[in-house]
């Protein structure tokens, strides 16, 4: 078994969170993970990319044209990263956009939905939208929306027990926040699992 995850947001999203709670729950059901990260100006709202590696792998960086999922916290994101997809790959994307500050102050054009999705459909059509920051908000705290999207993630195939992140959550997030985390990660499984049909 080779299973390849591609987890991209940006700076502030959980990108990094939402990738140790998968990894921990791979390795709580025995199977080999390697990850890696890239997070150059994370911390300004810059982008941010996780490669999950599950299974027969060694190398931590998922080769070009390779990712089986790409978990993209915010939309514009997965636009960056489509030299990993192939028309197989299923394409997780969060439909609240967070503008850059070039679109802020007018210096660049922020792409419509339609034009993302046309974009990825060049290579996979593959893809499943999810409001998971509107979930996670509905919840009472939009900062899970990357625990929603990491059940959505499990609902549509990703081979990981809801259970294993549930006890990932419950190790590794303060005490005060793990309810929130685990019915968002429920939340989160039920939308995949609607999405799939």
């Not at 290579?123 to 979930?135: C, P, Q």
Request: no cysteine.
């Amino acid at each position: 078994m080779k299973v390849n995850v591609l987890i991209v947001g940006v700076g502030g999203q959980g990108v990094l969170t939402t990738s140790g709670l998968l990894a921990r729950a791979g390795m709580y059901e025995g199977l080999n993970v390697v990850s890696a990260e890239t997070h150059g100006m994370a911390q300004r709202g810059g982008s941010v990319e996780v490669h999950l590696r599950f299974g027969d792998v060694r190398a931590p960086l998922i080769p070009y044209g390779h990712a089986d999922f790409i978990a993209s916290l915010e939309p514009v994101e997965v636009l960056r990263y489509g030299q990993y997809m192939n028309e197989n790959t299923l394409v997780l994307m969060n439909t609240r956009p967070i503008s850059p500050p070039s679109v802020s102050t007018g210096d660049a054009r922020y792409p419509s939905m339609d034009e993302i999705l046309e974009r990825v459909e060049e290579v996979t059509e593959n893809i499943h939208l999810i409001n998971a920051s509107e979930i996670a908000e509905r919840l009472g705290n939009i900062q899970a929306a990357n625990v929603v999207m990491a059940g959505a993630l499990i609902g549509l195939g990703l081979p990981l027990s809801i259970e294993s992140v549930e006890m990932a959550i419950a190790d590794v997030m303060p005490e005060k926040i793990r309810d929130l985390n685990v019915k968002a990660l429920r939340e989160g499984f039920a939308a995949g699992q609607r999405l799939r049909k």
